[in-house]
């Protein structure tokens, strides 16, 4: 996992070499309708193997390794990834959604959350993904909501990733735009495939969210792209309660 911006622990991937989309520009959404997916232990192998083929080829980029790591942990713990309508000239294919969610109750001192969602197209050769993240402070309750413009106070960060043939990447750092993220107060049912950490609970929880984010451009002389989802909607989410 990485420290962002705010000094919290988050994020989530998903990654892959395949062809890159990097002169597309149109702003699309996904032509099939939305639903939800429960990746194969095969898809999951492949995404392993090829965010480490990325990471290996983009050793100055941390980003790669601290998203596979979480991703992985939602993947393992029995999280599925749900398709969403998203406007985005990334790329024209759906894209399939999952999240985190982790709650810090600090024994004697404030509490605090952190949210990340990632998304991404063909979980079997994935090219393609809007990484998005939050924080917010508490008291002595953990907050259950973040929302505000990128680099505001509450909200984290955005980033698009690319990822091509041999490794190659084209990222992006979203640098305009607003996020929300509000998680429903009342944990769902315990993580199936979650491995028991101390001080550490597990649940399945679902996350409201919406974005309009952008990036002015990217590496290797990328263009300017964007993702946006205009109306709250619900992502499949592994919250992680820590008590420290």
């Not at 050769?125 to 106070?153: E, K, R, Y």
């Not at 305009?176 to 001080?199: H, K, L, M, Q, Y």
Request: aromatic fraction near 6%; glycine fraction near 12%.
């Amino acid at each position: 996992m990485r420290m962002n911006t705010f000094g919290h622990l988050a994020s989530l991937v998903t990654v892959a070499a395949l062809a890159a989309v990097a002169g597309c520009s149109n702003s699309t959404a996904p032509s099939r309708p939305s639903g939800e997916i429960q990746l194969t232990a095969d898809q999951v192998s492949a995404l392993d193997s090829a965010v480490q083929v990325a990471a290996d080829s983009n050793p100055s980029n941390p980003d790669l390794v601290a998203l596979r790591d979480s991703a992985f942990g939602v993947l393992a713990a029995g999280v599925k990834a749900k398709q969403l309508d998203v406007t985005t000239d990334l790329t024209s294919a759906p894209l399939y959604f999952v999240g985190i969610h982790r709650s810090y109750t600090i024994t004697g001192g404030s509490s605090f959350s952190t949210w990340t969602v990632v998304g991404f197209d063909d979980p079997s050769h994935l090219s393609i993904l809007v990484d998005l993240g939050g924080f917010a402070q508490g008291g002595a309750t953990p907050p259950d909501s973040a929302s505000g413009p990128i680099g505001g106070s509450g909200v984290g960060n955005a980033r698009f990733f690319q990822l091509g043939a041999a490794g190659m990447l084209t990222a992006w750092i979203v640098d305009s735009g607003t996020e929300r993220f509000v998680s429903d107060s009342t944990p769902g049912s315990a993580c199936p495939g979650f491995t028991p950490i101390p001080n550490v609970t597990c649940t399945v929880e679902t996350m409201h969210v919406r974005f309009d984010v952008s990036a002015a451009g990217g590496t290797n002389g990328a263009g300017a792209r964007h993702a946006t989802v205009t109306t709250d909607v619900d992502v499949p989410t592994m919250r992680l309660n820590y008590r420290l």
